[in-house]
């Protein structure tokens, strides 16, 4: 499916494939600042309130709870000025990192973090960002005892990593809770070292779930108004039976009071993994889907605008042999409901490879069930992955078009980029650019990978 697009600053020709689930880059839509995607319960008399202080709830975590730092070579650049944060556009930790010139010697550049202990065997939950690309981590515990702390396995695309210490038999580890239990309006807690101050607690509530920020393709977050700054990264969210909830991920830098978290269930499905391997394997189903809008629900028959309608289905994957079809709308895959296009990509991606489930389609109004044996996504290079920071005058960000993906778009060649993020309110967003799609020019002028994005806008920007 082609479909042309404007952007309002430059113009863009773009090969429009929706959200793909199963694919390795960014696969849902990036949700609007303003929308809700959780309502707050009726308050009944039985309702528990809110406590009188949080103390004896930040003394039982506290042991659990590191402070991480880290430390990284950073290789001279020659004359060129650099303002960007050297462990990557993610890390929020911008106050630590100052700008440097070049014409001199190779130095190191430090940052800080959070995370907590899950094990007594020394295994300890922190983000991706915190550790990436770390030559040394440094784990402080709240008693002050310091240890080095090696990378087991890290994740990109949820932004979780698992780090382990040796050395210590008395280890406190955090217990995990469920955060599908979570409400909107339920007290939490933040610990975290916010700016290196180590052992820092904020307390504020659930302000909304299953948040989209245009982070990653399985954004899923608990949105909260617990202080969160940086340093606060891979920390917990804690509710008031001392359980983790969440791990503090990210903050919108132009907001007040705004922070976001990881659920810990989706981290209770990656740890093991990363443990284990390493790395995280995830399944695929091989189409690109769309939302059901309210004028496709009625011009496909169908009584509510639910589920996630197949655009394409990939030639030989795994639901091209199951018999899916263009237009099949997935309600059901096993057994877990489908109520958009954002969650189909994080049902099929937690699924074992090589399970063989029972999918329901609406088709032609009539809900029909296929039995689909889940494939493995494959992993992608580093150089398939370069990703472009967010463009300031744009609001995208992207990266490289793989030969895997452009297979199943059906695309002949991998020329080109796929939009990973898109900022709230931005001029792309405005255009209405997404998550997922293919930009492979422009202002005419073909793009074969990053590179040539940033070098082409960069032009388009100066005028020339």
């Given at each position: 499916?082609?479909?042309?697009?404007?952007?309002?600053?430059?113009?863009?020709?773009?090969?429009?494939?929706?959200?793909?689930?199963?694919?390795?880059?960014?696969?849902?839509?990036?949700?609007?600042?303003?929308?809700?995607?959780?309502?707050?319960?009726?308050?009944?008399?039985?309702?528990?309130?809110?406590?009188?202080?949080?103390?004896?709830?930040?003394?039982?975590?506290?042991?659990?709870?590191?402070?991480?730092?880290?430390?990284?070579?950073?290789?001279?650049?020659?004359?060129?000025?650099?303002?960007?944060?050297?462990?990557?556009?993610?890390?929020?930790?911008?106050?630590?990192?100052?700008?440097?010139?070049?014409?001199?010697?190779?130095?190191?550049?430090?940052?800080?973090?959070?995370?907590?202990?899950?094990?007594?065997?020394?295994?300890?939950?922190?983000?991706?960002?915190?550790?990436?690309?770390?030559?040394?981590?440094?784990?402080?515990?709240?008693?002050?005892?310091?240890?080095?702390?090696?990378?087991?396995?890290?994740?990109?695309?949820?932004?979780?990593?698992?780090?382990?210490?040796?050395?210590?038999?008395?280890?406190?580890?955090?217990?995990?809770?469920?955060?599908?239990?979570?409400?909107?309006?339920?007290?939490?807690?933040?610990?975290?070292?916010?700016?290196?101050?180590?052992?820092?607690?904020?307390?504020?509530?659930?302000?909304?779930?299953?948040?989209?920020?245009?982070?990653?393709?399985?954004?899923?977050?608990?949105?909260?108004?617990?202080?969160?700054?940086?340093?606060?990264?891979?920390?917990?969210?804690?509710?008031?039976?001392?359980?983790?909830?969440?791990?503090?991920?990210?903050?919108?830098?132009?907001?007040?009071?705004?922070?976001?978290?990881?659920?810990?269930?989706?981290?209770?499905?990656?740890?093991?993994?990363?443990?284990?391997?390493?790395?995280?394997?995830?399944?695929?189903?091989?189409?690109?889907?769309?939302?059901?809008?309210?004028?496709?629900?009625?011009?496909?028959?169908?009584?509510e605008s639910k589920g996630a309608l197949v655009s394409q289905v990939v030639p030989g994957g795994p639901a091209d042999k199951a018999g899916f079809e263009q237009g099949d709308v997935i309600v059901n895959f096993d057994g877990r409901t489908v109520g958009d296009s954002k969650d189909l990509p994080r049902i099929v991606a937690s699924t074992p490879v090589g399970?063989?489930?029972?999918?329901?389609?609406?088709?032609?109004?009539?809900?029909?069930?296929?039995?689909?044996?889940?494939?493995?996504?494959?992993?992608?290079?580093?150089?398939?992955?370069?990703?472009?920071?967010?463009?300031?005058?744009?609001?995208?960000?992207?990266?490289?078009?793989?030969?895997?993906?452009?297979?199943?778009?059906?695309?002949?060649?991998?020329?080109?980029?796929?939009?990973?993020?898109?900022?709230?309110?931005?001029?792309?967003?405005?255009?209405m650019i997404q998550v997922g799609d293919v930009i492979q020019a422009v202002n005419r002028k073909p793009v074969k990978n990053v590179d040539d994005f940033v070098k082409i806008v960069e032009k388009a920007k100066s005028g020339g």
């Amino acid at each position: 499916m082609k479909t042309k697009k404007n952007f309002k600053i430059v113009l863009i020709a773009l090969l429009l494939a929706g959200a793909v689930a199963g694919f390795g880059y960014g696969m849902t839509a990036t949700a609007k600042t303003g929308e809700a995607q959780a309502s707050t319960a009726a308050i009944s008399a039985g309702s528990p309130m809110v406590p009188g202080n949080f103390s004896d709830l930040a003394e039982k975590v506290r042991a659990g709870v590191v402070n991480i730092q880290v430390s990284k070579k950073v290789k001279n650049a020659g004359f060129e000025r650099f303002g960007r944060n050297p462990f990557g556009d993610r890390n929020p930790f911008g106050d630590f990192f100052g700008p440097f010139e070049g014409n001199q010697p190779d130095r190191k550049q430090q940052g800080v973090g959070s995370g907590f202990i899950m094990s007594k065997e020394g295994y300890i939950l922190t983000n991706n960002h915190v550790v990436e690309d770390a030559d040394q981590i440094k784990v402080k515990l709240a008693g002050g005892k310091e240890f080095e702390g090696k990378i087991v396995g890290r994740d990109p695309k949820t932004d979780l990593a698992l780090v382990k210490i040796a050395g210590d038999s008395d280890l406190q580890p955090l217990k995990l809770g469920n955060s599908d239990d979570l409400k909107v309006g339920n007290w939490v807690v933040a610990v975290g070292s916010p700016f290196g101050l180590e052992q820092t607690v904020t307390a504020g509530i659930v302000s909304a779930k299953g948040r989209v920020i245009g982070s990653g393709p399985y954004d899923n977050f608990i949105q909260t108004d617990a202080s969160i700054n940086p340093g606060n990264s891979g920390g917990p969210l804690i509710n008031l039976q001392g359980e983790v909830v969440g791990i503090n991920t990210a903050i919108i830098a132009s907001g007040q009071g705004i922070g976001f978290a990881i659920p810990i269930n989706m981290a209770k499905e990656i740890a093991p993994q990363l443990q284990k391997r390493g790395h995280v394997t995830r399944g695929l189903l091989g189409v690109a889907i769309q939302d059901v809008t309210p004028e496709l629900a009625k011009s496909l028959g169908l009584k509510e605008s639910k589920g996630a309608l197949v655009s394409q289905v990939v030639p030989g994957g795994p639901a091209d042999k199951a018999g899916f079809e263009q237009g099949d709308v997935i309600v059901n895959f096993d057994g877990r409901t489908v109520g958009d296009s954002k969650d189909l990509p994080r049902i099929v991606a937690s699924t074992p490879v090589g399970k063989t489930v029972t999918v329901k389609l609406l088709r032609d109004g009539k809900e029909i069930e296929r039995q689909a044996k889940v494939g493995e996504m494959e992993e992608e290079s580093a150089s398939a992955t370069a990703k472009s920071p967010i463009h300031p005058s744009l609001g995208v960000t992207v990266q490289n078009l793989t030969p895997q993906v452009a297979r199943e778009l059906g695309l002949k060649k991998s020329a080109g980029v796929v939009v990973t993020g898109v900022e709230p309110g931005s001029p792309a967003e405005e255009a209405m650019i997404q998550v997922g799609d293919v930009i492979q020019a422009v202002n005419r002028k073909p793009v074969k990978n990053v590179d040539d994005f940033v070098k082409i806008v960069e032009k388009a920007k100066s005028g020339g």
